[in-house]
């Protein structure tokens, strides 16, 4: 059985780089396409970017400026940068997988909540 | 950009059929996929229906999900709602630009 769990700061300060970590077991990391989305208190989804392998990425272009997401084949680990916070980021990411980009996203970890203060 | 518009909120009583439209903005939306997610409070958000009208398994046959290319829109139909369809639900496709889209979402209420 796939599983995807997220793993960073609950609390990251106005300014300052959030990075989180999604950690993949039961199926590789090598295929698939592994995306962040978050969604903020309340409000709808908004996909932030997704990375396949070796390493290709595309980002949603209202936050591409400020997103990286790299892969980590040998931790089995897919992992997201964003610069620049402000409470506007605020919100529940989550980490999740997808056989192509137009495709189902079939496997979504439990998301972790950040906040901005 | 492209976008996919949903109603805010739908309401319906037990039994009956609720549908829910996302209509996309610009690009035929019938080029890609679209896949339906249903989201409960607390939850990651789970597939109810993808590749525009299929059901994984585990998901009731009161679920379908359609496309109508003359209005640029896919619709989730829920035919017997049950109580427990009261839950968030949510369009997604694809646009070669905007990468990964996700409608705004729609509340279903079962009253």
């Known amino acids: 059985q796939v599983q995807l769990r997220e793993s960073g700061p609950g609390l990251v300060k106005p300014s300052e780089t959030l990075s989180l970590t999604c950690t993949v077991s039961g199926g590789s990391i090598s295929t698939y396409y592994w995306s962040w989305i978050r969604q903020p208190p309340g409000r709808g989804l908004e996909w932030i970017g997704y990375?396949?392998?070796?390493?290709?990425?595309k980002s949603n272009p209202s936050l591409k400026s400020r997103v990286t997401i790299s892969l980590d084949t040998s931790k089995s680990q897919f992992s997201l940068k964003v610069t620049s916070l402000t409470a506007a980021d605020t919100a529940v990411y989550y980490c999740?997988?997808?056989?192509?980009?137009?495709?189902?996203?079939?496997?979504w970890g439990q998301g972790t909540l950040v906040t901005v203060s | 950009n492209f976008m996919l518009t949903q109603p805010h909120s739908v309401s319906e009583s037990p039994g009956k059929t609720v549908t829910i439209s996302c209509t996309g903005s610009s690009a035929n939306i019938a080029t890609n996929y679209v896949q339906w997610y249903q989201q409960r409070p607390g939850s990651a958000p789970t597939t109810v229906i993808y590749?525009?009208?299929?059901?994984p398994s585990g998901v009731p046959g009161r679920f379908s999900g359609s496309i109508d290319s003359s209005s640029n829109s896919a619709s989730l139909t829920i035919s017997g709602l049950k109580t427990e369809d009261e839950a968030d639900y949510y369009c997604?496709?694809?646009?070669?630009?905007?990468?990964?889209?996700f409608g705004g979402g729609t509340k279903l209420t079962v009253l």
């Open positions: 590749e525009d009208n299929q059901r």
């Open positions: 999740a997988r997808a056989l192509a980009p137009s495709r189902e996203i079939d496997y």
């Open positions: 990375v396949y392998y070796p390493g290709s990425t």
């Open positions: 997604q496709s694809y646009d070669n630009f905007q990468g990964v889209v």
